[in-house]
C-alpha cells in the first residue's frame, strides 16, 4: 500500500504513527510485509513457528497484547458493573440467553430436553433445512433450483427519480429473508421488533428530505466523518445518558463503594469490577500516552470505545440484534469535535490506528458476550464473581494461543485473497485519514502550528464541525424523546434502537426479517390463545437451529471439498459476510 498511496508518500502519513504501534517499525521490508501478505512459497514445506519474523513483532507486539488485555479487562468490568441493574433491576430480556437457555434445559430423568421432544421443533427445523439445502446445491450449482429469499423492488426509482438520492435506496426495495433473525424477532418485545423492522423504511425517506433540502447526508467511511455517522453516535450517547439515569441509584452506590465512602446496597463484584476499571482505563491511557498520545485525547479515545462497547451490549441484551455495526469510531467523533489542526496529524494516526483495531468492525465484539454469559449463568445460580476471572484468564489464553498461531498461518499462506475489506480496505483507513489531513493542513498553512500544540492547548483551539454538532444533537434529540414516550405512555410502538441501527449494514439486511417475525408474533398474540404463542416459540427455535445446522452443514462440506481437491469451495452464506 505504500509503495502504490501517492497520498500517503506526499504527506509522509506514516511518520505520524509511532513505530510502536507497526511491525519492523513501519519501515517496508519486504520479508517481514510481502511475506505477511501473500505467504511462504507453496513448493516448499511450510515454515516452522521459529521462522516467523518475531524480531520485527517483537516490539508491537509489547504495545497491542497489554492495550488489548486491559481492555478485555475494562469491558468484562463495565459487563460486572451494569448485570445487576440490566438482568434484576430493569429485567432486559435477553432474547440470546433465552434462546440458549431453552435449548440447554433438562428435565430431571430424561436424556434431551423438553423442546427437542416437540413435533414442531422439528418441523421448524426440517424445513429450514430444506431451504437452505436447495439454495445451497444452487450456489454450487447454479442450474438448479432455487428458493427466492431475496426480492428486487428496485424499479420504483423510475417512478420516483429522488428517492435515488438517498444513500444506500436499493436496500429498503430489496427485501432480504434471514430465517433465523425470523426466528429471533418472535422472541423480542413488540416495540423492538417493530422498530428495527421499520429502521430501513423509515430512514429512506428522512434522507431523502434531508438531500432535497440542500443536507450533506454522504457518509465517508467507518474510521472518517459524516452527517449520519455523527448521528448515529449522538444517538449512543443519547442510550448512556439513558442507562445511567434509569441505573442512577445502583451506580452511585457502586461508584460510593468502589470510592470507600459508605456501605451500599451494591453488589460486591460490582464494587470490585469498578476498582479494576479504573485501574485498567488507566493503563491504557497511558500506553497510549507513553507513544505520544495527549493525555485529554487519549482519555477521551479510551472513554469513547468503552461507551461504544456498552451501547451494543444494551443493544444486544434488549432486542438480540447479534448483528450490530456503530458506523461510528472515535477518531471520527474527535475529529469532528476538535478538528483536524487541533487534533493534529500524530492524534489522528494513534487514534486512527487504535480504532483500526479495536472497534474497526465490532460485529463480534467482547461485551455482549459476557452479558449474555452472565444473564444464563445468574440464571443457574452460578455467581458473577466467578465469570469475571473465568472471562479474562479465557481470554487471556485464547490471546496467547492466537498471535503465534495467526502470525505463523499468515507467514505459511498469506492472507485470502478474497476478502478485499481486511486485505486492503480497513488498513488504509486510519492511514488515509491522516494523509487528508495533513494535506489540509498544509494547503492552509496549519501544519506547522499545528504540530506545536501542547495536550491542553489543542482545546483551546478547538473548531467544531458545524455537522458534527447537528448530527450529534439530533440523533442525541432522538433517542432522548423516544425513551421518555416509551416511559410515560405504554401505546408508545417504537424503542429507541430504532435509532441506533437505522443505515447501517445489519438493518439494511435484516429489517424486513425482524418486520415478518414481528408480524407473526403480533397476529398469534391477537388471534391466537397463549398456547398458540408457545407452540410458536417452540416452531420459532427449530426454525433458528435449522439455520445453525445448515450453516455448519456447509462449511463442513467446504472443509470435506477443499482438504479433497485442494480447491476453494463455492461460497453459500446463511447470514451476510
Not at 304 to 325: K, P, Y
Not at 414 to 432: E, H, S, T, V
Amino acid at each position: 500500500m505504500r509503495r502504490t498511496a501517492t497520498g500517503w508518500q506526499k504527506t509522509q502519513a506514516l511518520s505520524y504513527v509511532p513505530r510502536e504501534m507497526l511491525p519492523a517499525g513501519g519501515e517496508d521490508v519486504e520479508e517481514v510485509v510481502d511475506a505477511f501478505r501473500i505467504g511462504a512459497d507453496h513448493n516448499k514445506r511450510p515454515i516452522a513457528l521459529s521462522d516467523v519474523p518475531w524480531s520485527a513483532w517483537r516490539t508491537p507486539l509489547a504495545f497491542w497484547i497489554p492495550l488489548i488485555l486491559l481492555m478485555a479487562v475494562g469491558v468484562v468490568c463495565l459487563a460486572l458493573i451494569v448485570h445487576p441493574q440490566w438482568s434484576r433491576h430493569e429485567r432486559l430480556r435477553y432474547p440470546i440467553a433465552a434462546f440458549a437457555t431453552t435449548l440447554m434445559n433438562q428435565e430431571s430423568g430424561r436424556g434431551i430436553g423438553p423442546v427437542f421432544r416437540s413435533r414442531l421443533f422439528w418441523i421448524g427445523l426440517a424445513v429450514v433445512l430444506v431451504i437452505r439445502t436447495v439454495n445451497g446445491i444452487h450456489a454450487w450449482y447454479p442450474g438448479s433450483l432455487e428458493i427466492p429469499l431475496l426480492f428486487d423492488f428496485t424499479m420504483i426509482q423510475q417512478t420516483w427519480t429522488s428517492i435515488g438520492n438517498a444513500p444506500g435506496w436499493e436496500y429498503s426495495f430489496q427485501p432480504r429473508l434471514f430465517l433465523m433473525v425470523v426466528g429471533f424477532a418472535y422472541f423480542l418485545a413488540s416495540d423492538v421488533g417493530l422498530s428495527l423492522g421499520l429502521s430501513n423504511i423509515v430512514v429512506v425517506p428522512v434522507l431523502v428530505i434531508l438531500v432535497e433540502s440542500g443536507v450533506d447526508v454522504s457518509s465517508t467511511h467507518y474510521v472518517g466523518t459524516g452527517l449520519v455517522n455523527w448521528m448515529l453516535f449522538g444517538s449512543y450517547v443519547g442510550v448512556t445518558v439513558m442507562i445511567a439515569y434509569t441505573g442512577r441509584r445502583y451506580y452511585l452506590d457502586v461508584v460510593r463503594q468502589g470510592l470507600g465512602f459508605r456501605k451500599g446496597e451494591a453488589e460486591r463484584y460490582s464494587v470490585w469490577a469498578f476498582r479494576v476499571l479504573v485501574l485498567a482505563f488507566a493503563g491504557m491511557v497511558f500506553i497510549l500516552v507513553n507513544i505520544g498520545l495527549g493525555w485529554p485525547i487519549a482519555l477521551l479515545a479510551v472513554g469513547l470505545t468503552l461507551l461504544l462497547f456498552l451501547v451494543m451490549a444494551r443493544i444486544n441484551a434488549e432486542s438480540g440484534l447479534f448483528f450490530c455495526h456503530p458506523r461510528w469510531q472515535a477518531i471520527g467523533v474527535l475529529t469532528g469535535l476538535m478538528g483536524a489542526a487541533a487534533m493534529g496529524p500524530k492524534a489522528i494516526a494513534i487514534v486512527g490506528v487504535f480504532c483500526a483495531v479495536m472497534t474497526i468492525d465490532p460485529r463480534e465484539c467482547m461485551m455482549p458476550f459476557i452479558v449474555n454469559s452472565l444473564k444464563m449463568t445468574s440464571d443457574l445460580k452460578v455467581r458473577a464473581s466467578r465469570i469475571g476471572p473465568a472471562a479474562i484468564g479465557t481470554f487471556a489464553l485464547g490471546l496467547a494461543v492466537a498471535v503465534p498461531v495467526v502470525l505463523w498461518a499468515n507467514y505459511n499462506f498469506g492472507m485470502p485473497a478474497w476478502d478485499d475489506w481486511a486485505n486492503r480496505r480497513a488498513p488504509k483507513l486510519p492511514i488515509d485519514e491522516v494523509a487528508r489531513s495533513v494535506g489540509r493542513l498544509d494547503s492552509t498553512g496549519q501544519l506547522d502550528e499545528s504540530l506545536s500544540y501542547g495536550p491542553l492547548e489543542r482545546f483551546a483551539h478547538i473548531e467544531p464541525d458545524k455537522r458534527f454538532l447537528w448530527g450529534l444533537g439530533v440523533g442525541f434529540a432522538l433517542v432522548i424523546a423516544c425513551s421518555f414516550l416509551r416511559l410515560r405512555h405504554s401505546w408508545w410502538p417504537l424503542h429507541p434502537v430504532m435509532f441506533l441501527a437505522w443505515h447501517t449494514w445489519p438493518l439494511r439486511m435484516f429489517g424486513y426479517s425482524f418486520l415478518l417475525g414481528w408480524a407473526i408474533k403480533s397476529v398469534l398474540t391477537k388471534f391466537g390463545t397463549r398456547a398458540a404463542y408457545d407452540k410458536g416459540k417452540t416452531l420459532m427455535i427449530g426454525v433458528i437451529a435449522g439455520d445453525i445446522l445448515a450453516g455448519l452443514l456447509f462449511m463442513a462440506v467446504g472443509a470435506i471439498y477443499y482438504g479433497a481437491t485442494g480447491k476453494v469451495p463455492e461460497k453459500y452464506f446463511i447470514l451476510p459476510n
